[in-house]
């Protein structure tokens, strides 16, 4: 590592993924933002700032012979970027979208070829986990094309970023994604923490005038397709600023494609109303035309309406041009008071429907209130980990920031942040805490590519003692142990839990479970029940908790086989439990016998849970 | 050819001329003169394939040929200028990826300027009363365009260079 020649960061996105690079050569080289080659038309290279995240799996007859070449490859047997997102609006069955959302979706099979969802069965398929090799592997290509050919990115510093949402299972996946990749000494960092570093990279020393000692921040990530939220603590370690991620936010499959998507429902109704009819393929070209009209309006408050025209197909372009309005009132009630209400501070989302036949599928939030998910994020800190007593906390407990930073292109508009602000300052004020003023807002440019940027940022500051953010683990872990009970027919022993990493375990350390061993038969698979948590951070390793409520999510198992040395079989191995967060950021689990002298690595057993 | 290369080659050249008579097949393989090989024959350009791909990008992004093949007569004002904005956009958006334009005269329009003798009658048209042979004064009234980049995606295989548009069939 120590001999890359530049550190890269890589916003691996649920629509657009985005990649930036320093120079580690030249004293203090600026973050470039990389261009992207990439298929624009057939036959078509052009440069992109933005790879959007789609892979088109095409047939013979979809592109004239020779039209998919890329500057790195001759025939492409599938198409990643503007082309796909293009032709996959002409002929959806054989697109595949949303990958990310996809990868950490424990439903679903993630590396089994089941994408694109739903397409029929004569249609190649490839698992969430390609798709998102995929994408890496374009960036990778496209970077050293870039840079002349003459560099490979598999030697460079690199770093991708993932929600601080994700779940262990997703993390490792996306590392085995980058390993498909050829890239296999990637590490990970959380979304909203490069966002942070973005901001860092941006005011340089400046930063320190900014924030206090017993600063709580804010980071509101709200992207295209998903909502992310972390809480960064400034505290002071040997007389400096420290910043510590103190807390992560639940995974909300929420963001700016269902804004427009709501949008263009609604100037479709109104279309539809008006005697016109509107076929799929226009409302694509709607849902685009919605989302500029969208942005037009954010930016310019003194327009009051934007008009959006639907062509005639065929010939008769003229004749058959249908048009609407999209009107500052249908923002205002469509997106900033159905996505952005200004609830008081113990508004609870709905909760995701449990009905017994749920159809498959990514299981979008079920509230679209972005202010309540946060609400409840903000409410749910109430539990003290122990060393973070520093957070600001109002009467009712809701976790009180004193500073907000906005990500995401939702956030762009600013009349979301200013509603975001104000109803953050609704519920400060009722709970007796000072509002965040306008200072209080931290402002760093580029929202759609803060995040490769900040990832290039945490990956200088990681090799040159720069200012870090301490993070460690994002949830705490536990293993499921069943109960001596007596059996219940038609109940499940009840579950206790035993904690074995505590939230903010950091990274490059281990820790030993104790008072607790467990006996494994050798040769036969074991598998314990694996679940975490985001908001209890006060559980110790080797806690034994019951009764947590919601609080605990339960996660893909994890299995270990034992193997033995030709000892009889049936033969029983008491073993201890022993955690490991690695540097690139994924758990480890083993087991080690009793004297120690073996050590078997618990897998996680990533695939499809039946829920 | 590196140092090595060179060594081992002049041992066994020297050897095998001694001994057989005959340099090693390799040798006189790589020694041979580099020839040049000839330029893939480029598909013959017909000079009005690049006028019909830019018509071919027109009418991808913005309509260009639909909006001109259709008979608007019997539309209001209102529809007419309804589908033209959106192909105005469309079509300015094209034109701005795969070509720049700059105006001719640097002048605003109205303003007074100076054209002298030696003036390039395809560059500024002079008009009015113009007298012959000498500099003069005059009002610019259109600044006149040039394109100062033109940067056009590879042609398209050569049988297909006629094609405007593909015909679209949906399949249910």
């Known amino acids: ?611 | 050819m590196g140092f090595g290369a060179r060594v081992s080659f002049a041992f066994r050249s020297f050897f095998a001329l001694l001994f057989s008579g005959s340099m090693p097949d390799d040798i006189l393989e790589s020694l041979r003169p580099a020839s040049v090989p000839p330029p893939p024959a480029a598909p013959p350009t017909d000079e009005g394939d690049r006028a019909v791909q830019l018509l071919a990008i027109l009418q991808r992004d913005g309509r260009l040929i639909d909006f001109f093949q259709e008979d608007i007569a019997p539309y209001d004002d209102a529809q007419v200028g309804a589908a033209a904005r959106d192909v105005q956009t469309h079509c300015r958006a094209a034109l701005a990826r795969y070509l720049s334009f700059e105006p001719i005269v640097p002048e605003a329009e109205g303003d007074r300027v100076g054209v002298d003798a030696a003036n390039d009658p395809a560059r500024i048209k002079l008009i009015g009363a113009v007298s012959t042979g000498s500099a003069q004064q005059g009002v610019v009234q259109h600044r006149g365009w040039q394109v100062t980049r033109l940067a056009l995606p590879p042609l398209p295989r050569e049988n297909d260079r006629r094609i405007v548009a593909p015909a679209e069939i949906e399949v249910a």
């Not at chain 1, 062509?311 to 923002?331: A, M, Y």
């Not at chain 1, 009349?415 to 007796?432: C, F, I, K, S």
């Not at chain 1, 536990?478 to 903010?504: N, Q, R, T």
């Open chain 1, 1 to 611: 590592m120590s001999a890359a020649r530049y550190v890269v960061g890589i916003d691996l996105g649920t629509t657009n993924c985005a990649i930036a690079s320093i120079d580690l050569a030249a004293e203090s080289a600026p973050i470039e933002l990389d261009t992207i080659s990439q298929l624009v038309n057939p036959g078509e290279v052009a440069e992109g700032t933005l790879l959007p995240s789609f892979l088109y799996l095409p047939d013979a007859k979809d592109f004239p012979p020779g039209s998919t070449r890329l500057p790195w490859q001759e025939a492409p047997d599938a198409v990643v970027g503007e082309l796909a997102r293009r032709r996959g609006a002409e002929r959806p069955g054989r697109l595949v979208a949303s990958a990310k959302s996809w990868l950490c979706h424990s439903g679903v099979d993630r590396t089994g070829p089941i994408l694109p969802w739903g397409s029929g069965e004569d249609t190649p398929r490839v698992s969430p986990l390609d798709a998102s090799a995929r994408y890496l592997e374009h960036l990778a290509r496209a970077w050293e094309h870039r840079h002349g050919g003459q560099v490979r990115l598999s030697e460079q510093d690199v770093l991708v970023t993932v929600p601080a949402s994700f779940d262990e299972a997703a993390r490792e996946l996306t590392l085995r994604a980058a390993a498909e990749a050829g890239l296999p000494a990637v590490r990970l960092l959380e979304e909203p923490q490069a966002a942070f570093y973005a901001w860092l990279d941006h005011l340089g020393d400046r930063w320190r005038d900014r924030v206090r000692i017993g600063d709580l921040v804010l980071v509101c990530d709200v992207g295209g397709g998903t909502t992310d939220f972390s809480l960064i603590a400034v505290s002071e370690v040997e007389g400096a600023l420290a910043l510590t991620r103190v807390a992560v936010g639940d995974h909300i499959l929420l963001g700016g494609d269902n804004m427009d998507l709501a949008l263009a429902r609604l100037a479709q109704q109104r279309l539809e109303k008006a005697g016109h009819r509107v076929d799929p393929m226009q409302l694509q070209a709607l849902w685009l035309q919605c989302r500029a009209a969208k942005e037009h309006l954010f930016e310019d408050p003194a327009l009051d309406l934007q008009p959006v025209t639907l062509l005639g197909r065929g010939s008769k372009l003229v004749g058959g041009t249908i048009t609407g309005d999209v009107l500052r009132e249908d923002l205002e009630r469509v997106i900033v008071e159905g996505f952005f209400p200004r609830v008081p501070a113990d508004a609870e989302p709905a909760r995701q429907r449990r009905v017994g036949l749920q159809e498959l599928g990514l299981p979008y939030a079920a509230d679209p209130a972005v202010t309540k998910q946060l609400a409840r994020f903000l409410m749910r800190q109430a539990a003290d980990a122990p060393g973070l007593e520093a957070i600001r906390r109002g009467k009712g407990g809701l976790a009180a920031p004193t500073h907000v930073l906005f990500n995401g292109g939702v956030m762009k508009a600013p009349a979301l942040r200013a509603r975001v602000l104000d109803t953050l300052n609704d519920w400060l004020t009722d709970q007796g805490c000072p509002v965040i003023a306008e200072d209080g807002v931290l402002e760093a440019p580029d929202l759609d590519r803060a995040v490769a940027r900040g990832a290039a940022a945490y990956g200088r500051a990681r090799l040159r003692d720069g200012v870090r953010i301490r993070g460690g683990s994002p949830r705490t872990y536990y293993i499921g142990i069943e109960s001596a009970m007596p059996a219940v027919p038609g109940l499940d022993a009840p579950l206790k839990a035993l904690c074995v990493v505590p939230f903010g375990m950091e990274e490059g350390t281990e820790t030993i479970i104790p008072a607790r061993e467990f006996g494994l038969v050798v040769g036969e698979p074991a598998e314990f029940r694996f679940l975490s948590s985001t908001v209890r951070k006060q559980d110790a390793p080797g806690a034994l908790i019951e009764d947590w409520g919601d609080d605990l999510e339960e996660q893909e198992p994890l299995a270990v086989t034992l193997e033995g040395q030709g000892t009889a079989a049936e033969q029983v191995v008491p073993v201890r439990l022993e955690a490991k967060v690695t540097e690139v950021g994924t758990l480890e689990l083993w087991c080690v016998s009793r004297n120690g002298s073996q050590r078997w690595k618990l897998e996680l057993n990533i695939r499809e849970r039946d829920r």
